[in-house]
């Protein structure tokens, strides 16, 4: 059974940062391609970043600011959040997919394993 576990998140201020972590276990981690999505009061959850076949992909609105990166030797991958802004306050929630295509990488609904998600607040 593929369990994801993510850390990291908390209550920051904006221009800080923030380096998320989620673990996995039950899966032969380097096979999977990996992700993080949030999902803000009220609104849709959103693709921020994914790692798949060694090449990263990023949201525009994260772009320049957020950087995906993983760790096979202890399945884990992270997301380093800078400059953070009040619009990045979301639940974090890693994603893991072991075939998923290119191009639906920013569908939430094509990955099929989920953390619990954690929260980050960006507030001053």
């Known amino acids: 059974q593929v369990q994801l576990v993510e850390s990291g998140g908390g209550l920051v201020q904006p221009g800080d940062s923030l380096r998320l972590s989620c673990t996995a276990s039950?899966?032969?981690?380097?096979?999977?391609?990996m992700g993080w999505f949030r999902q803000a009061p009220g609104k849709e959850r959103e693709f921020v970043a994914a790692?798949?076949?060694?090449?990263?992909y990023y949201a525009d609105s994260v772009k320049e600011r957020f950087t995906i990166s993983r760790d096979n030797a202890k399945s884990t991958v992270h997301l380093q959040m800078n400059s953070l802004k009040p619009e990045d306050t979301a639940v974090y929630y890693c994603?893991?997919?072991?075939?998923?295509?290119?191009?639906?990488?920013?569908?939430?609904?094509?990955?099929?394993?989920w953390g619990q998600g954690t929260r980050v607040t960006v507030s001053s």
């Open positions: 994603a893991a997919d072991r075939s998923l295509i290119l191009s639906t990488i920013r569908t939430a609904r094509q990955w099929n394993h």
């Open positions: 039950g899966l032969i981690f380097s096979n999977y391609a």
């Open positions: 790692v798949r076949m060694g090449r990263t």
